[in-house]
């Protein structure tokens, strides 16, 4: 099956492509020759991965998934939840918006956070289905490791002495977000199958 992956982010292509059995087809956006931005206007995760979905699913006629990540810290009130990846501006870096995480919890005691993802699935019919995965843990006082990317430096997994920024890509995927989000839609590949 030929599953269409709506994101220009590398990263997390390379993330998901680790994820997939490799009997799934995995084509990202850049792959195709398809290099335009489609404004995540939504109010929540799930609303920017549908829209997403539903506009490359649009386009390719092939079965899509999209996914959408926030960082969402409690002292925060769940900020910077739907805003993750332009927390400190349009145009913010990865740094930038670090940066500025870190100075918004200078003072706070409290620095429990969790990451979630919510991947949006639309098959051949254009039936829609959304998946989502969890991991909470808590907010470093400074950025610790080279690996990863976005928050990754800052973002230690409850029972780990790491950050994620700190484990190989192997050891992450086991316990992320966006491995939990993507084993939950696999399984549900496979049920179909069966």
């Given at each position: 099956?030929?599953?269409?992956?709506?994101?220009?982010?590398?990263?997390?292509?390379?993330?998901?492509?680790?994820?997939?059995?490799?009997?799934?087809?995995?084509?990202?956006?850049?792959?195709?020759?398809?290099?335009?931005?489609?404004?995540?206007?939504?109010?929540?995760?799930?609303?920017?991965?549908?829209?997403?979905?539903?506009?490359?699913?649009?386009?390719?006629?092939?079965?899509?998934?999209?996914?959408?990540?926030?960082?969402?810290?409690?002292?925060?009130?769940?900020?910077?939840?739907?805003?993750?990846?332009?927390?400190?501006?349009?145009?913010?870096?990865?740094?930038?918006?670090?940066?500025?995480?870190?100075?918004?919890?200078?003072?706070?005691?409290?620095?429990?956070?969790?990451?979630?993802?919510?991947?949006?699935?639309?098959?051949?019919?254009?039936?829609?289905?959304?998946?989502?995965?969890?991991?909470?843990?808590?907010?470093?006082?400074?950025?610790?490791?080279?690996?990863?990317?976005?928050?990754?430096?800052?973002?230690?997994p409850e029972g780990y002495p790491l950050t994620?920024?700190?484990?190989?890509?192997?050891?992450?995927?086991?316990?992320?977000?966006?491995?939990?989000?993507?084993?939950?839609?696999?399984?549900?590949?496979?049920?179909?199958?069966?």
């Open positions: 099956m030929k599953l269409t992956f709506a994101t220009h982010n590398e990263n997390k292509a390379f993330e998901l492509k680790n994820l997939v059995p490799e009997r799934y087809q995995l084509q990202t956006l850049g792959e195709l020759g398809m290099h335009e931005d489609i404004p995540e206007t939504g109010s929540s995760l799930e609303e920017n991965a549908l829209i997403k979905a539903r506009y490359y699913h649009g386009k390719t006629g092939e079965p899509c998934i999209a996914d959408d990540t926030g960082l969402e810290v409690a002292a925060l009130q769940g900020a910077p939840g739907v805003y993750s990846a332009r927390y400190a501006g349009e145009a913010a870096t990865s740094q930038d918006n670090v940066t500025k995480l870190l100075s918004e919890l200078k003072e706070r005691l409290d620095r429990e956070a969790r990451f979630r993802t919510v991947i949006a699935f639309i098959d051949h019919d254009g039936r829609e289905y959304l998946f989502e995965g969890i991991v909470k843990g808590r907010i470093t006082t400074t950025a610790r490791g080279e690996k990863g990317f976005g928050y990754d430096p800052v973002f230690q994620f920024a700190q484990m190989d890509a192997a050891e992450k995927n086991e316990i992320s977000h966006r491995g939990k989000a993507v084993r939950q839609f696999i399984r549900f590949l496979q049920e179909q199958k069966s």
